[in-house]
Structures are given as C-alpha cells and as structure tokens.
C-alpha cells in the first residue's frame, strides 16, 4: 500500500537515525526529503509546507523527553505531524446491537464502490455480525450480478428484487433484512455520475426514502488531492458517516487523497488495497503512518490472526510447535492460516522494522514455496501428515504427481519439517522453552 511513498519515507527515517549527530542541517535535510516524497504522492503543497514548518519547530525547540535520544525524538515528531496530516484520531463505526444497521454506500463512477460494499460486509461479517447486500443500480449492465457473486464469496445473504425503481429495492430489502433480523445492511448505489453535484442529489433523495444510519462516499484514491472537492461537497451535505478511499495498492496518488480528504473534515472510515475481498482494513491514521515509517503495526497482525482463525486452535499449535511435536498436519494448518491473511509483503509491513528490510525477491520466493507447499501438503493423506516417517519413494512420487512437482520439492520440504522438528527438540530449543518459563511466559503468550 503506498510503496512509493513508504519507501521515500522510510529511506528518510532510516538516514536520520543513521547520523551520530542530529543538528539544523541534519533535520533540513529530513525535512526535504519528506517534502519530495508527500508531493511525489499528490498532497497539496500548502499542506506539506505547514507539515514541514511544524516538523522543523518541534524537532529543534522541543525537550526531548527523558529516555528517547534525539534522533528517536525527530523521528517521533515526524510521525505526529504526519499523523494529523493524514486525519488525527481514527474514527469508529457505532455498530447497535439491538437493530438492523443500514449503511448506505454511494460514488462516482468507477470508484470501486461494489466491490468495497462486499469488502465491508466481509469486514463485518469476519467480526461475527450477520450482514446482507442489496444492490439498488439498476442502470450498470451486471452490476446485480456482481454483487451477487461478491455476496455469495463473502456467505453473506443477496436482497433480489425484479424493481427499475432504486428507492424501492432499497426499502423493500431493508425491510426484509430486518424481518429476518441481520445486525447490518449494506445499499449498493449505482455510480452513474461523472462529477459530485448530481451524486450528492441522489444520495439526498435516496437518504430520505431508506434512512441509513450511516452514509459512506467512496473515493478512487488515484485521483489525488482531486478527492477534496469530493469529500468536501460531501461532508457539507451528510450529517452521518464518513469516507472509503479505494485502489492505494497501485497509485502514487494515495496520499494526496488520504490527505485531502482529511483535510475537509470528513473522517476516512476504510481505506482498500486490492481486488481481494479481504484487502479492507478501517482507517487508523497512527497505526497507518507507522507502517509508512516502517514502525510496524503489531495490532492489525495481531487482530487479522483473530480474525481468521480459532484461538484456541492456534494456541495449541503454539505449544506443539514449542514442544517439538507438531505434524504436517499442523504445518497445513499454518500454511492455510498465513494463505488467508493476505500476502506476506502486506504482513511483514505490520512487523517493525521489517516492511523494507526483506529483500522484494527474498518475499517472492517465500510466497511461492508457500503456495508449492499448499499443494504438496493438500496431496498427501491425512496419515501421512500424522505420520511423515511413513513418506518414502512409492508415496513421494504420488505426492508429486498430485502436486504437480517434482519429487525433490516433496522430499525437500518432508526434509525441511525434520530438521525444524529437531532444531526445537535440541539443547538450544530446550534452552528456549527454559528462558519462556523461567519468565512466566507459556508458549501461546506470544500470541498476546
């Protein structure tokens, strides 16, 4: 997610820190490079003058706070100022148990709207509300249909209704969905409009017919700083809700419509990066500007484990795999787990430190080996993966063939498991389960 604008930052921090002295000229320096990555990224020149004034000021005059050094204190400043830049506190969606929630979702054109009502209501529905979708676009060929689609990937229940009328499907569906008592709605509207003025029309006329209980705009975040008259005309007008800025996974721009967004006052709810349903996440511009730093976000990981696997499960694994007991059985498990948390650049950026450190070619053989042992592990027995010992010739070659690779891949990777499995029952892995303990720390600590 913003890989141009994460590198220049992160190439900035790294060289401030590097220094033995942090002066003037050092914080300068700093200062420029951080100019030439934001407007790089489209943010509004204003924007990241008043940024760069307020980061030179408190870099220099501030105390630095006892215990941090001067480059931790820059570095600090660096990530406050970018913080209100890109909206200050995250806001929250007061989801009320008690009744069926409607959000409404509207957007020019080609903004990814469909595809982020399914995003959501997958974002939702992970979290265990029950969550249906209604599309109300009756002018997009096959706009039904692949909302429909999205609602069947994500399980979650599809409003049909025969009506030309929007307003219509909307209420009717609304109704259903309450009868049948789901905790949230999703309204698909069509995206029909080129510019924000007829948009905002209809989104009135809409809102009074179904009385959502919160309004989202959605914004192409490739367009920039070009997103403010958009989020602006918009916050002017709903008293309710706030913004979704979609497709930060290949623009430059992003930030610009981060930005400006924020810069109107309307709160960012969701931002997306991807055309998997999963690549959603709510919009938290600390957390955020921790990964553009390569500070890392341990939360998100911490909460994307949750969210795809049982935790009681996962505990247990834990203590296997610190025992020097675990099977292939488990190591499926875990390869299924990482698969559904999304790709393993995206994760690493969560790890402090080591969004950049990874070398691109060092993830891309990871994720690859990852997948190749999807396949190779899918195409044994359940005996086998209790009893690897069990794997020889006659079972690799089958393995194999069912794979789709050649046999050394299978015995390479039966290979690898051994040599993990000894490595934590030796002298050193004893030591480590000694240390955990000597602690206090049981094995699924790590997980907390």
């Known amino acids: 997610m913003l890989e141009a604008l994460k590198n220049r930052l992160q190439q900035a921090i790294e060289r401030i820190r590097g220094r033995a002295v942090v002066d003037k000229e050092a914080v300068k320096a700093l200062v420029k490079e951080i100019q030439r990555a934001l407007l790089m990224a489209d943010v509004n020149v204003e924007k990241v003058l008043e940024l760069s004034k307020a980061i030179e000021e408190k870099a220099m005059s501030e105390d630095i706070p006892a215990g941090l050094t001067r480059q931790e204190h820059v570095t600090k400043v660096v990530y406050d100022e970018l913080t209100a830049l890109l909206g200050g506190s995250a806001p929250k969606i007061e989801v009320v148990k008690s009744k069926t929630n409607v959000f409404m979702l509207v957007g020019i054109e080609g903004s990814g709207k469909t595809l982020t009502c399914a995003k959501i209501a997958h974002y939702f529905h992970q979290k265990g509300y029950k969550v249906g979708l209604i599309s109300t676009d009756t002018y997009r060929p096959g706009a039904k249909e692949q909302l429909r689609l999205y609602a069947s990937k994500v399980s979650v229940p599809f409003y049909e209704d025969e009506s030309k009328r929007p307003e219509e499907i909307a209420r009717r569906g609304v109704d259903d969905f309450k009868r049948r008592g789901l905790d949230i709605v999703i309204v ?118 949750r969210e795809i696997e049982d935790f009681q499960r996962m505990k247990e694994r834990m203590e296997k795999v ?61 005996d086998e993966k209790l009893h690897p010992e069990l794997i020889k010739s006659k079972r690799v070659r089958r393995i194999s063939r069912g794979a789709g690779v050649e046999e050394r891949v299978v015995r390479d990777m039966v290979k690898q498991y051994f040599q993990a499995r000894r490595m934590i029952k030796s002298k050193q892995g004893r030591q480590l389960l000694k240390m955990m303990k000597k602690k206090g720390m049981k094995p699924e600590d790590l997980l907390h």
């Open 322 to 382: 610190a025992r020097g007991r675990f099977t292939l059985l488990d190591l499926m498990e875990q390869v299924e787990a990482v698969g559904k948390m999304g790709s393993l650049s995206k994760l690493l950026d969560m790890i402090p430190g080591l969004g950049t450190k990874v070398p691109k070619a060092a993830v891309e053989e990871a994720e690859e080996k990852l997948n190749t042992w999807r396949h190779v592990l899918k195409s044994m027995t359940d």
């Open 188 to 305: 698909d509207t069509a995206g029909r409009h080129k510019e924000e003025k007829s948009l905002l029309k209809e989104m009135r006329e809409m809102a009074e017919k179904v009385k959502p209980d919160q309004l989202f705009l959605v914004i192409d975040g490739t367009i920039g700083q070009q997103a403010y008259p958009q989020a602006k005309a918009f916050h002017e007008v709903a008293a309710i809700g706030g913004i979704a800025v979609t497709k930060l996974d290949g623009s430059a721009k992003g930030g610009g419509a981060l930005s400006a967004a924020s810069a109107t006052g309307a709160k960012v709810y969701f931002v997306g990066a991807g055309e998997d349903v999963g690549d959603l996440e709510a919009y938290d511009p600390a957390r955020f500007v921790g990964r553009l730093l390569g500070l890392g976000d341990m939360q998100a990981l911490l909460d994307k484990v």
